[in-house]
């Protein structure tokens, strides 16, 4: 695996995880059903990685090291691979914090592991629960976010922060190749939102997008 970080502890972590992620076939139960609770999903996936790409990973990072944004926010923060490209490129701009959330409390527990041993634990705070009471508790501005959590809920949350986007914010939607971001990937095409989008080719889609505001 090749990324732009240049932190060689920071690269070896993350190959690590992204090695152990390519056993996620191994360890899924398969597609829960689809009434299943967003806590039951969270349970039945919890030793199942999720991750972004190593070039979407790549993305964050410079995105971030660009905007040198005060706050980040994550919705998704799985086994923390994203969550360490976030941090990796606020540590680097000497700016910023991230703050991110995950519902499954096995995940979170091996987020902050992570976090710790890439030295990143002053750099980000993790929060457990549901991201629509997590996030709701975020101050702004919001420089940057990333929407990486359950499909279903990538517009929810979004709407959710909305109000304390930061002017030119970026806010990035990660699979948006995927049919359950498609209301998500409407909305923030649509101008009248408030947003410039545009879709980035990176495995299962990235779409970027610029909070202009209403």
Known sequence: MTTILHDPA??????????????????????????????ERSDLLEE????ISASGGDLLYALVRAARPQTVVEFGTSYGISTLYLAAAVRDSGIGHVITTELSAT???????????????????????DALTTLGMVGGPIGLALLDGWKDMCLPVLR????????????????????SM??????????????????FP???????????GR
């Open 160 to 179: 959710l922060i909305e109000d304390r986007l930061a002017p030119g914010a970026l806010v990035v939607g990660d699979d948006s190749t995927f049919e």
């Open 107 to 129: 995940k979170v527990k091996a987020a902050r592991a992570n976090i710790e041993a890439a030295g990143f634990s002053d750099l980000v705070t993790v929060l457990e629960g």
């Open 202 to 212: 990176v495995e299962d889609g990235m779409e970027l997008s610029c909070w202009t």
């Open 10 to 39: 920071d690269r070896d972590l993350i190959a690590r995880l992204f090695t152990e992620a390519e056993r996620d076939d191994e360890r899924s139960p398969g597609r829960p059903a689809p009434t299943v609770t967003p806590q």
């Open 48 to 51: 199942v990685y999720m991750p």
């Open 182 to 199: 498609s209301d998500y990937v409407t909305y923030v095409r649509d101008p009248g939102n408030g947003y410039v989008s545009i879709d």
